[in-house]
């Protein structure tokens, strides 16, 4: 089997990290072998990259410029939308609509970003003298992005196309389950006339690429998303070495479900909320709140729902659910779902692995819901990041707002009520980054997205995601009166 080697300075290398394999989680079959960045690998490609940065006037362009090559990067990325897509089926699993979805997100956030970069002006300060004073914006340098396995492309996108428009050169260090996407991303980008070296991506672990990676001193700057200790430990080596870190961390988010709600539109959103994707997202709506008079109409018709949702290959049309991302992923689910029986919890749906032998090479699980445990559980209070779903009562507003927050986490909520008065004042309580109302999984480029408290620091998307990756200048003019 030939082994797919990394990409830096506009070509693919071997490097002298330990080869690893890409896994079918569908089928448990390898997809291929990639070379991996060892310390030395990753020395290689920084000065690739800072030289890349100081030869290549990349951030020197004109905005125009830059936006223009962005542009024909998302072209890029439409013209192979569907070779991208199968690269993450073949390597998360993850049903084709759903892969399919997340290409043509990743294509929108490099068009909204030409955009934000052809348009986001600096500013001229009030003076109190005589002199003009300006902000300019200016990038960070070489930033390192280090992702998940979740949803590879769009958050890679979210990084890479941000971090460009920025005038920054990147190097991207994806998950070692998904690492395919982000080397195809740097060819499309490398054909749509950026320069070679300013989108560099270094495959391998966490231990043998990440760490290297986040402590090399001419890195400035690291943004990464992924689990919460991983983020605290990146953080630990960005603060002894003084670089800023945007951390987009795990969450464990309440879906809230009050008396007065439109129970059948609210069940189908908190489906989707936790299943889509086997609940390996980051704002899965893992912990259920329904107010005690409508708790068991609701559990009723979340087991409808629930025991409906077709398991299946992430080929097949039918499937709407497809297997984890990885074996020792589905592991990990199945530790919390033994965990919840032994703390007294009912498995109301699911429970296991499907019974279809068909599907009996895969890495699937069943949707899974669990009542009857206490909030403090550990199936309530840690992340589970799969199709797993605790469904806890409510009395009122107060005991509400108590449980909901009473996590580590913050990265998100839902709320359905047909008042909305109270909706907005429970909104405005919940410790959480982003707050949907009558609707759930809402997400736009155009939005900051980011964490409160372990669920991360600083805000992705938007015209501050931009800015996220460049450092303010302040230059004064003397002799100027205005
Ligand atoms: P992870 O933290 O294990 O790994 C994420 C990335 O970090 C991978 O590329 C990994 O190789 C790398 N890494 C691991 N250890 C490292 C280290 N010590 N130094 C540098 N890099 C290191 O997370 P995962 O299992 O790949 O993804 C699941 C987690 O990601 C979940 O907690 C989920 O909530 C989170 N996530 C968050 C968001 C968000 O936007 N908040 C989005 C998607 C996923």
């Not at 897509?85 to 049903?95: D, F, S, T, W, Y």
């Not at 992923?329 to 692995?353: Q, T």
């Not at 209070?381 to 507003?397: K, M, N, T």
């Not at 410790?431 to 736009?444: F, H, R």
């Amino acid at each position: 089997m030939s082994r797919t080697g990394f990409f830096v300075g506009g070509e693919r290398v071997q490097g002298s990290g330990q080869p690893f394999a890409s896994v079918n989680p569908a089928t448990g079959e390898t997809n291929y072998e990639l070379a991996a960045a060892g310390a030395g690998d990753v020395a290689h490609c920084v000065a690739i990259a800072k030289e890349a940065l100081a030869r290549s006037q990349w951030c020197g362009l004109r905005p125009p410029e830059r936006a223009r090559i962005l542009g024909a990067i998302a072209d890029g990325i439409v013209a192979r939308s569907e070779d991208l897509a199968m690269i993450q089926l073949r390597e998360n699993g993850k049903v084709l609509a759903e892969c399919r979805a997340q290409v043509a997100s990743a294509a929108a956030t490099f068009r909204y970003y030409a955009a934000v970069c052809e348009t986001a002006g600096a500013e001229v300060t009030p003076s109190r003298g005589d002199y003009l004073s300006m902000t300019s914006y200016e990038p960070i340098g070489v930033v390192a992005a280090i992702t998940p396995w979740n949803s590879p492309l769009t958050m890679e996108a979210q990084k890479i196309a941000p971090a460009l428009a920025g005038g920054n050169a990147v190097i991207v260090k994806p998950s070692e389950v998904t690492p395919s996407g982000a080397l195809a991303v740097a060819e499309i980008a490398l054909a749509a006339g950026l320069p070679a070296g300013i989108l560099n991506v270094l495959t391998g672990t966490g231990v043998e690429t990440g760490i290297p990676l986040v402590s090399h001193p001419d890195v400035r700057m690291v943004s990464f998303t992924g689990g919460t200790e991983t983020g605290r430990s990146i953080a630990k080596i960005a603060a002894e070495r003084l670089i800023p870190v945007a951390l987009e961390l795990g969450g464990k988010s309440p879906h809230i479900i009050f008396e007065d709600a439109d129970l059948e539109r609210a069940a189908a959103a908190v489906q989707d909320g936790i299943f889509e994707g086997s609940g390996q997202s980051c704002v899965a709506g893992s912990r259920l709140f329904v107010q005690r008079p409508v708790l068991q109409r609701m559990i009723e018709l979340m087991r409808a729902r629930a025991e409906a949702i077709a398991v299946g290959m992430p080929l097949d049309p039918g499937s709407k659910m497809g297997p984890l991302a990885s074996f020792r992923h589905r592991e990990h689910v199945e530790r919390f779902v033994h965990s919840a029986r032994a703390e007294g919890g009912e498995i109301l749906a699911g429970g296991g692995r499907p019974s279809d032998a068909g599907l009996a090479k895969g890495a699937f699980y069943m949707p899974t819901l669990i009542g009857g445990l206490d909030p403090s559980a550990h199936a309530c209070r840690e992340e589970i990041f799969g199709p797993v779903l605790c469904i806890l009562a409510f009395d009122d507003e107060e005991d509400l707002v108590a449980q909901a927050n009473g996590t580590a986490y913050g990265l998100a909520a839902g709320i359905w009520s047909l008042d909305v008065t109270r909706a907005l004042r429970v909104a405005r309580r919940l410790e959480a980054g982003t707050v949907w109302i009558n609707t759930y999984k809402q997400l736009s480029i155009a939005t900051p997205f980011g964490g409160y408290k372990d669920s991360g620091i600083g805000r992705e998307k938007g015209v501050g995601g931009m800015r996220l990756y460049q450092q303010i200048k302040s230059i004064y003019l003397g002799g100027v009166r205005l």
